[in-house]
């Protein structure tokens, strides 16, 4: 293993079919990485008790998770515009100049390209992930 991947998604592809295909596909293609999803009960309850605290659970990823990543892994939604704090993660590790990657709901994947036309702002994203996938 040469590191952790990051793989940021919607939460509303949590505990889905399509999360499991896709974290196969990634383990596929990146076999040297371990797999950071951020579905996973630990980061959930750290994000809220932040979240709780201070209004905004987004620096426990970017100040707690994300800088011990190699890599990082993005899902857009179906239109190719990213949520807010996925937004955020990707062009947190770009800066780091840590290579980032895009993932679609097909599984395939590509070098990302990130641009501030393709983010949602933080209402934006809260509408969609109410939404079904």
Request: aromatic residues 12%; contains cysteine; glycine residues 10%.
């Given at each position: 293993?040469?590191?952790?991947?990051?793989?940021?998604?919607?939460?509303?592809?949590?505990?889905?079919?399509?999360?499991?295909?896709?974290?196969?596909?990634?383990?596929?293609?990146?076999?040297?990485?371990?797999i950071?999803?951020?579905?996973?009960?630990?980061?959930?309850?750290?994000?809220?008790?932040?979240?709780?605290?201070?209004?905004?659970?987004?620096?426990?990823?970017?100040?707690?998770?994300?800088?011990?990543?190699?890599?990082?892994?993005?899902l857009?939604?179906?239109?190719?515009?990213?949520?807010?704090?996925?937004?955020?993660?990707?062009?947190?590790?770009?800066?780091?100049?840590?290579?980032?990657?895009?993932?679609?709901?097909?599984?395939?994947?590509?070098?990302?390209?990130?641009?501030?036309?393709?983010?949602?702002?933080?209402?934006?994203?809260?509408?969609?992930?109410?939404?079904?996938?």
């Amino acid at each position: 293993m040469q590191g952790k991947i990051y793989f940021g998604h919607p939460i509303n592809t949590y505990n889905t079919d399509l999360e499991a295909g896709l974290l196969r596909r990634i383990n596929k293609k990146f076999p040297q990485y371990e797999i950071e999803n951020p579905n996973q009960p630990h980061h959930i309850k750290n994000y809220l008790k932040l979240k709780a605290e201070t209004g905004n659970g987004m620096p426990y990823f970017l100040e707690k998770v994300l800088p011990k990543m190699s890599a990082g892994i993005f899902l857009a939604f179906k239109d190719g515009m990213l949520g807010a704090g996925i937004f955020q993660e990707a062009k947190f590790l770009s800066c780091q100049g840590k290579p980032i990657y895009e993932i679609n709901f097909e599984g395939r994947i590509t070098g990302m390209q990130l641009g501030n036309s393709r983010a949602l702002s933080i209402e934006e994203t809260r509408k969609r992930t109410q939404e079904k996938y």
